[in-house]
């Protein structure tokens, strides 16, 4: 096949996908998807989907975000979610798609 680019390591550089899997995890409270998501549109990050359940008293949630036109880096966001998190009493995190996939293979 030609234009495809085999390597060992689980992510090729030229083709690292631009989209971020962000999770949240805590107890429930209102204000959590609301909070997350301007967080992101005022990073320019667009979410491509998103899947969020309660259990009891716990709130999970996964995102899939679009950062190829975010206004600031990876780490930046990454960062500033990790504070809303803390915030908010919450468990937030970021992962690049590649290695969110590679990490959960079967």
Not at 54 to 81: G, P, Q
Request: with cysteine; glycine share 4%; net charge neutral.
């Amino acid at each position: 096949v030609t234009g495809v680019q085999t390597c060992a390591l689980p992510i090729c550089m030229q083709e690292r996908s631009n989209r971020v899997i962000v999770t949240v995890i805590g107890v429930d409270k209102v204000g959590i998807i609301a909070s997350v998501a301007s967080l992101l549109a005022a990073a320019n990050a667009n979410i491509v989907d998103i899947s969020q359940t309660t259990l009891r008293e716990f709130f999970t949630m996964i995102m899939m975000v679009d950062v190829e036109k975010a206004s600031i880096s990876f780490d930046e966001l990454k960062k500033r979610l990790n504070a809303k998190g803390d915030e908010m009493g919450l468990k937030i995190d970021a992962q690049h798609e590649d290695i969110f996939k590679f990490m959960h293979r079967v």
